[in-house]
């Protein structure tokens, strides 16, 4: 069982920036990616960013060249540094962590409301 500790959403003025941590605790070994989606009301969930164990990164095209993703491995924890925040980021961010290819978990999930 892996359980996720999401932090660092919040309400900030456009072009304001914030930063998420999830940390990851239990059976985190196998940790083979970990990254961010979001869901904002009425929309689908949708790629935010993610990283591999290894360092490789990939971006959602709306937050390309704004968000940056991070992770620390031997704290088994996922940044999202979230920089220019525009109205449309606002949604809840849920963080994702892979375990090999087959188990996935996600976190609780973290409000971000982006005001004009």
């Known amino acids: 069982q892996v359980h996720l500790v999401e932090s660092g959403g919040g309400l900030v003025q456009a072009g304001g920036s914030l930063r998420l941590s999830c940390a990851a605790s239990g059976s985190i070994s196998s940790i083979r990616a970990m990254g961010w989606y979001r869901q904002a009301p009425g929309k689908q969930r949708e790629l935010v960013a993610t990283i591999t164990s290894g360092g490789t990164t990939n971006y959602g095209d709306s937050v390309k060249g704004r968000f940056t993703i991070s992770r620390d491995n031997a704290k088994s924890t996922v940044y999202l540094q979230m920089n220019g925040l525009k109205p449309e980021d606002t949604a809840v961010y849920y963080c994702?962590?892979?375990?090999?290819?087959?188990?996935?978990?996600w976190g609780q999930g973290t409000q971000v409301t982006v005001s004009s």
């Open positions: 994702k962590v892979d375990i090999g290819f087959f188990v996935v978990y």
